[in-house]
């Protein structure tokens, strides 16, 4: 059985995580200066091979996300640009007040869920 369990994914919908965190633009005149003739339209294409929103459409196995609410890193948005390009059997878990990391109810969660996808009863102690 294949399936995924991404926990606060990124690389999604690259020009909304530029949006929705600034901090990411801070690199960007930086490898202008160093490139000349590159552009802030010429990276964002380069980016967008590396996009996982691109190529989600090509995810065929079972997927279950989580990501934290109030997430500054990776921004919620970002991935959920990502998921709902999935075709696939999804389900997500958000986390209102969780920032960059996984609640551990979320851990526990995702090992039910992947001892199901594996036909496994028992995980063994909580």
Same mark, same amino acid.
């Given at each position: 059985m294949v399936f995924c369990a991404p926990d606060i994914p990124w690389m999604g919908d690259w020009k909304g995580y530029l949006e929705a965190?600034?901090?990411g633009m801070e690199n960007y005149?930086?490898?202008i200066r160093a490139n000349p003739g590159l552009t802030l +339209?010429?990276?964002?294409r380069l980016l967008s091979y590396f996009d996982t929103m691109n190529m989600a459409e090509w995810i065929?196995?079972?997927v279950l996300m989580s990501v934290g609410l109030q997430d500054d890193v990776c921004?919620?948005?970002?991935?959920?640009t990502t998921y709902h390009a999935v075709k696939s059997l999804k389900e997500y878990h958000v986390y209102p007040f969780a920032g960059h990391r996984? +609640?551990?109810v979320h851990q526990k969660l995702k090992d039910r869920w992947m001892a199901?996808?594996?036909g496994i009863d028992a995980l063994g102690a909580d």
């Open positions: 965190a600034p901090w005149p930086k490898l +339209e010429g990276i964002n065929t196995c079972p921004p919620p948005r970002t991935a959920f996984v +609640e551990p199901g996808m594996l």
